[in-house]
T-cell receptor, first 114, second 108 residues
């Protein structure tokens, strides 16, 4: 049973560039949520996708956008990168309807903005 | 929004010692999970425990939903238990709100 996978593992970008991170949910799950974890802090909710639509959004600017594909995998896009976007980006998956359900996290993508 | 407070922020133990980590939350929740974050950043699921008590080997957890707290017990700690322990709660729609974590260091 495949768990949550994320790619790439590490990424280095320059201020002002754009980045795309990818996530494949645990087998059978239909919902993907993205979290940002700055150094020394707990993860913060960015947004959640179900049925290819954004269902909930945290307190993040429009520079953060996402997409979900018919196979339930998801992308996180960040435009006009700031130094402050340097963080570990975590993806979580679960089911959506008739919850709540236990959520499972991927290994993360560590983004460094220089 | 809901507030999640974890204590203590830091804990240093000698191998073999027992410990209790606490998570307080400010409102009613549908879900509560405990995670262990390893040095590479992976969040490992420990317990899904919106209420009641569960045990898994040397670890156990208790959530008293009516009093808005949860406890994680680690017995006979090992060096491999070192890392950051997070409590996360959900009020609705699969959105988890995390505490700031407890950093555990187990010395041999």
């Amino acid at each position: 049973d495949a768990g949550v996978t994320q790619s790439p593992t590490h990424l280095i970008k320059t201020r002002g560039q754009q980045v795309t991170l990818r996530c494949s949910p645990k087998s059978g799950h239909d919902t993907v949520s993205w979290y940002q974890q700055a150094l020394g802090q707990g993860p913060q909710f960015i947004f959640q996708y179900y049925e290819e639509e954004e269902r909930q959004r945290g307190n993040f600017p429009d520079r953060f956008s996402g997409h979900q594909f018919p196979n339930y995998s998801s992308e996180l896009n960040v435009n006009a990168l700031w130094l402050g976007d340097s963080a570990l980006y975590l993806c979580a998956s679960s089911w959506y309807l008739d919850g709540p359900y236990e959520q499972y996290f991927g290994p993360g993508t560590r983004l460094t903005v220089t | 929004g809901i507030q999640v407070e974890q204590s203590p922020p830091d804990l240093i133990l000698q191998e073999g010692a027992n410990s209790t980590l606490r998570c307080n939350f400010s409102d009613s929740v549908n879900n509560l999970q405990w995670f262990h974050q390893n040095p590479w950043g992976q969040l490992i699921n420990l317990f899904y425990i919106p209420s009641g008590t569960k045990q898994n080997g040397r670890l156990s957890a208790t959530t008293v939903a009516t009093e808005r707290y949860s406890l994680l017990y680690i017995s006979s700690s090992q060096t491999t238990d070192s890392g950051v322990y997070f409590c996360a709660v959900e009020q609705y729609g699969n959105k988890l709100v995390f505490g700031a974590g407890t950093i555990l260091r187990v010395k041999s």
